[in-house]
């Protein structure tokens, strides 16, 4: 498949939505979520070239079937990682942000509280050390994705036995070497 044939879609979606941040991130994060197939379509649910669920998308205003439109899920991609971008103003350092943006927006921004970060430098995935949450999620919006796993325990029912077996009610969300690998793909 043509690595650049969504390129001037997604810039042109990030000049309108989030010109500040490099275009090259989206693509990245498309080529590691779908392979840069708009016909995608995970075993969880999550639809298109970035992997909307749709929730998600239909929190965004975004209908499950126009998930499959390369330009709605890209502009429903980058309005997301955005808006979970700014809701981590607590974390000043912009690639510090963007991870926690990252990891959120697979895994919810409740599971992704931060604490502290321990940033590994000899090439192993990014640790975030997370807090269950204190509120849940705002009602309107979606928390994770759900996403059915062995014997039919979901990601949240997993996430929250390993949160409540966890000593001081402190659980681990990892970010994984696709995420660290997203984010180190760009030049400096």
């Known amino acids: 498949m043509n690595m650049n044939r969504w390129d001037s879609l997604i810039q042109e979606c990030m000049q309108s939505h989030w010109p500040d941040l490099d275009w090259r991130l989206i693509k990245c ?18 639809i298109g070239l970035l992997q909307i669920m749709p929730a998600t998308g239909q929190f965004l205003g975004v209908s499950k079937d126009k998930l499959f439109d390369p330009g709605e899920n890209i502009r429903a991609g980058i309005i997301y990682l955005k808006r979970q971008y700014d809701r981590f103003p607590e ?5 510090e942000r963007l ?24 090439g192993q ?3 975030i050390r997370t807090s ?3 509120s849940p999620a705002t009602p309107t919006e979606p928390s994770s ?4 796993s062995r014997n039919g325990v979901t990601w949240n029912q997993r996430s929250k036995r390993k949160a409540s077996k966890s000593s ?4 681990q969300a990892t ?11 760009l030049p400096v």
């Open 99 to 122: 991870k926690f943006a990252l990891a959120s927006r697979n895994g919810g921004r409740g599971y992704i509280k931060m604490k502290w970060i321990n940033t590994s430098t000899n």
């Open 145 to 148: 994705r759900t996403c059915p």
């Open 91 to 95: 974390i000043p350092d912009h690639d």
């Open 168 to 171: 001081r009610n402190q659980t």
């Open 175 to 185: 970010l994984t070497a696709a995420h660290v690998s997203i984010l180190t793909a």
């Open 132 to 134: 269950p949450p204190s």
């Open 125 to 127: 995935p990014t640790t």
């Open 29 to 46: 994060q498309m080529r590691q979520e779908s392979a840069f197939n708009p016909k995608a379509v995970s075993p969880c649910g999550a």
